[in-house]
């Protein structure tokens, strides 16, 4: 599937946008050493390189904050424009992040090292997952892996509807959006317009 340049900016333009809010949002006080606190500000700043030294040799730990630290890198390279590498480490927190199993496993190699409170594996909460995902789908969109963008849509939208104390489920429109606009070039009509539709009940409802 080709690109076209428009599509190709506004892609851009959101994976740069929601890359800045992961950045900022992310547990940085909770699950990092101390000389990783400050990232956050230097992100901001537009000051990579140092940054993307301390993410990869943090990732390269694989700890039980092994997929905040790729959520992180994947930030970083994408605002460099290196969307290989930051699909790859987004698709590395994204498996993390939707496998129970593997977070099990680094915090028991965790329990000997730190207390109990700091023994639990970073998962990112419901919309954390989703925004994983929605930079997932959208890498893998410009690439033009048309279905599997569409599972990491799919993934999002369904993180995001078990988000505690919500009144509206899965209230993220550009996940319903761009799921909208993949089933219809799937030739799928009827689910795309079942998508779209979801984008206006949102729209149409003054508490959103």
Request: net charge neutral; charged share 25%.
């Amino acid at each position: 599937m080709k690109i076209t340049p428009r599509i190709k900016n506004i892609i851009q333009v959101v994976l740069v946008c929601c890359s800045m809010f992961l950045i900022s949002c992310a547990h940085l006080d909770k699950y990092s050493f101390e000389r990783i606190g400050h990232c956050s500000y230097q992100f901001q700043s537009g000051k990579f390189t140092s940054i993307k030294e301390t993410y990869e040799e943090a990732a390269n730990r694989k700890d039980r904050n092994y997929a905040l630290w790729n959520n992180e890198l994947g930030s970083i390279y994408l605002a460099q424009g290196d969307y290989d590498r930051a699909l790859d480490a987004f698709l590395k927190a994204y498996y993390l992040m939707n496998n129970i199993p593997a977070f099990k496993e680094l915090e028991s190699k965790a329990v000997s090292l730190t207390s109990s409170e700091d023994n639990k594996a970073y998962k990112g909460d419901p919309y954390e997952r989703s925004i994983n995902s929605l930079y997932v789908g959208l890498l893998l969109y410009n690439k033009g892996d048309l279905e599997n963008a569409m599972a990491a849509f799919k993934n999002g939208i369904l993180a995001d509807s078990e988000s505690k104390g919500e009144e509206y489920k899965s209230d993220i429109a550009i996940l319903y959006l761009l799921a909208s606009r993949i089933t219809k070039k799937l030739g799928n009509v009827s689910l795309s317009n079942d998508y779209l539709n979801a984008v206006k009940e949102l729209y149409n409802n003054p508490n959103y």
